[in-house]
């Protein structure tokens, strides 16, 4: 059963990157050349420039520690402080470069919080905005607190989201190392310092700015509770130790948490539950771990669904929207829209006299309609359409929201709207580098795999499943994106970058608690891949 899990997995992932490499390609060319014939080589420009500019900074960051201690006096804690900070620099250039206000979704949140520090709520009641989709409120919320004590300016709001971004930045090295070894978890670091798509995003105000820092501490509390400090005793049970049955108490609270901003929880919670009986070797074990991170999630959940309602912000469950999300199962199946966002069937609610019950009902007729209509060969047609929309985008389409007009409330980046496409499709440039590492990773790993790589395709594989049931855009995957770079990091860096001292620096393996000594999980992790 684990190897057939394990496989599927792999394969479903490297499947979809044989699609998304080309289409990605493609997608580079034809959009570039659709907005004007010239830029393609600009974007090339700008695009190459960036790719060699993170080629140094990469040969860099994964040579051997001790021969940029003897030249550069610098310990390896702190290699890895100035990353961060790159990274942190990169994303504040861009904050302040561009000229940024919010935009369509991201408007109306922005909007419902500022006029909520007046006393008016109409959004969050009857037939509001977010009544309709409950489980924004909490981002809402949370601007509002922003706004109630800093001011009502956006920079205020995407200032705190730029503090996320460097506080994922160090959970995602920090996650890398714990299994890796700090050699392979610098090239995980420094390839997500430099992810375009995470550089653009904090202008942005979109939840999944807030969702991924504690999705990355779930997962770091996770491998903790696997994991096995040299403090611990190998063979000591969480049973009976109190600091691994807070890391799983710790997970599952995170990953609550992490739900209330991007509604995906239940996709990571599949994935953090596979790894712990794929990884564990006695059912007792299993079911415990499984018990207590479960119970935690569960009753974080209920707390922060009932604390919006209790206190009379809104009249809904953060669970029960107004609007049924199958509306958006209902957008992913229109073929003529490629699975995205249309008015047709964004009006539905509307059609049903914003009733609930009528609404949920008739859009699975609608659905099982368009099914029957479109058959197994456009139904794929269409499948292939949304992965490639999902995911050939370098930047997730984060500068599509930053250009538009000033007089529709949306923003401009300070210049030429040449330099904000140029920087789009050289995102596209560099990001399909690092789908390639991605794939060689993927393609040469040998099998047994240690519990991190097996968590980032089941995880990469639930997303990119999910993705495809919903209604489709871009934005929609980063919440995953952050994959890549771990999976890039396991391809040969110093050989391909010509920073190797002629042997690579170890990167041990962490133990698994849930094994034992002699069990094959625990030997699997004693292998790199």
């Not at 809104?314 to 229109?334: C, F, M, Q, Y």
């Not at 490629?338 to 609608?366: C, H, L, P, Q």
């Not at 197994?376 to 599509?400: E, H, V």
Request: aromatic letters at 12%; one cysteine or more.
């Amino acid at each position: 059963m684990k190897k057939t899990i394990q496989s599927t997995a792999r394969f479903l992932v490297l499947g979809f990157l044989c699609l998304i490499l080309p289409g990605t390609v493609v997608r580079y060319f034809l959009v570039g050349a659709l907005r004007h014939s010239l830029l393609p080589l600009f974007a090339f420009l700008i695009g190459g420039l960036y790719i060699l500019f993170s080629f140094f900074v990469l040969r860099w960051a994964v040579a051997d520690p001790q021969r940029v201690a003897a030249q550069a006096g610098l310990k390896h804690e702190q290699r890895v402080w100035i990353l961060i900070g790159l990274g942190l620099m990169l994303r504040l250039l861009f904050l302040f470069f561009s000229k940024t206000a919010p935009h369509s979704d991201f408007l109306t949140m922005y909007e419902s919080a500022r006029v909520s520090l007046g006393g008016d709520y109409q959004a969050f009641f009857g037939n509001g905005y977010l009544a309709r989709f409950p489980h924004l409120i909490w981002t809402v919320l949370l601007e509002r607190s922003l706004m109630g004590f800093l001011g009502t300016s956006p920079r205020v709001i995407q200032l705190f989201l730029w503090g996320l971004s460097g506080l994922s930045l160090w959970l995602l090295y920090c996650v890398a190392q714990r299994i890796w070894g700090a050699a392979r978890a610098m090239g995980a670091l420094t390839l997500f310092a430099l992810f375009p798509a995470y550089i653009f995003y904090p202008a942005v105000l979109a939840t999944e700015n807030i969702a991924l820092p504690l999705y990355l501490g779930s997962l770091l509390l996770l491998l903790k509770a696997l994991g096995n400090e040299e403090e611990q005793e190998p063979k000591k049970s969480y049973l009976t130790g109190p600091r691994p049955v807070r890391f799983l108490l710790g997970s599952g609270a995170l990953l609550a948490l992490a739900n209330m901003f991007r509604f995906v929880g239940y996709v990571f919670f599949i994935a953090w539950l596979l790894v712990l009986w794929l990884h564990g070797s006695s059912w007792r074990r299993k079911i415990a771990a499984t018990l207590l991170l479960g119970a935690s999630a569960l009753l974080v959940s209920a707390v922060m669904d009932v604390i919006p309602r209790t206190l009379g912000v809104t009249d809904r469950w953060i669970h029960d929207g107004r609007e049924p999300a199958v509306t958006s199962i209902l957008k992913g199946t229109n073929f003529s829209s490629g699975g995205m966002y249309n008015e047709e069937d964004a009006n539905i609610f509307a059609e049903m006299g914003f009733d609930s019950a009528k609404t949920k009902k008739e859009a699975w007729v609608r659905i099982h309609e368009r099914l029957r209509q479109m058959g197994p060969g456009k139904g794929l047609l269409l499948a292939g359409r949304k992965l490639l929309n999902n995911w050939t985008s370098g930047d997730f389409l984060a500068l599509d929201w930053l250009a538009h007009s000033d007089n529709e409330g949306g923003a401009v980046l300070k210049g030429s709207k040449w330099v904000l496409w140029g920087m789009g499709e050289g995102a596209t440039l560099w990001y399909l580098g690092l789908l390639m590492l991605s794939f060689y990773t993927l393609w040469h790993q040998k099998a047994p795999r240690d519990l991190l790589t097996d968590l980032c395709v089941l995880l990469l594989a639930g997303i990119m499943l999910f993705l495809l049931l919903i209604e489709s855009h871009p934005r929609y995957g980063l919440i995953a994106a952050w994959i890549f770079p771990l999976l890039a990091s396991g391809a040969p860096l110093e050989r391909l970058l010509g920073s190797s001292s002629g042997k690579s620096a170890p990167s041990g393996p962490a133990r698994t608690v849930l094994a034992e000594e002699s069990s094959p999980a625990h030997s699997a992790l004693k292998k790199r891949p």
